[in-house]
């Protein structure tokens, strides 16, 4: 079975600019969550969807937003960004519908601001 | 919410021996889950475990949720489990996970 996969791997933005992450998760799961990594903030949520509808969200400014398909494709947008927003993004899938199950992570995709 | 303390924060070994992680947390959690993050970023899941212990290999771990505290023991250990340790609850209330700021171990030969 193939793992979750995010693309693309790595990505530089200058300021002010908008940008597009994908993520396939692994075949059958229908959640579909994504969290931001950072050096000073650590691993935090961002949101997370099933069966397309956002069940959760984390404290992130609303130019963070996220939508996802019915074949469970998700994407990401972050919009007018900002220097604070570069970071390494990952997508994780899981099989469960209730609380988080066993979360699977793709590598992530490396977002650089300048 | 929901707060995840690990210890240590950095761990120096030397191949072969033997280690524990500890992983404390505020509210009671129906699940911890651990993982690992390897030196290029990838996040894989070691443990998904509600209570009780679990084993993979040389790795194994022990959640105690009445206590609130689970351990990630590490033994023989090998230069390719250097990297950072995770421990995850579920945020209260949420269907999202709270991460621990995790411990740096660094393996060597």
């Known amino acids: 079975k193939a793992g979750v996969t995010q693309t693309p791997r790595y990505l530089i933005k200058t300021r002010g600019q908008q940008v597009t992450l994908s993520c396939s998760p692994i075949s059958g799961h229908r959640s579909v969550s994504w969290y931001q990594q950072t050096p000073g903030q650590g691993l935090q949520f961002l949101f997370e969807y099933f069966s397309e509808t956002q069940r959760n969200k984390g404290n992130f400014p609303g130019r963070f937003s996220g939508r996802q398909f019915s074949n469970s494709r998700s994407e990401m947008n972050v919009s007018t960004l900002e220097l604070g927003d570069s970071a390494l993004y990952l997508c994780?899938?899981?099989?469960?519908?209730?609380?988080?199950?066993?979360?699977?992570f793709g590598n992530g995709t490396r977002l650089t601001v300048t | 919410g929901i707060q995840v303390e690990q210890s240590p924060p950095d761990l120096i070994l030397q191949e072969g021996a033997n280690s524990t992680l500890r992983c404390n947390f505020s509210?009671?959690?129906?699940?911890l889950q651990w993982f690992h993050q390897n030196p290029w970023g990838q996040l894989i899941n070691l443990f998904y475990?509600?209570?009780g212990t679990k084993q993979n290999g040389r790795l194994s771990a022990t959640t105690v949720a009445t206590e609130r505290y689970s351990l990630l023991y590490i033994s023989s250990s090998q230069t390719t489990d250097s990297g950072v340790y995770f421990c995850a609850a579920p945020d209260t209330g949420r269907r999202a996970l709270t991460f621990g700021s995790g411990t740096r171990l660094q393996v060597q030969p």
């Open positions: 509210d009671s959690v129906n699940n």
């Open positions: 475990i509600p209570s």
């Open positions: 994780a899938s899981s099989s469960t519908q209730g609380a988080p199950g066993p979360l699977h």
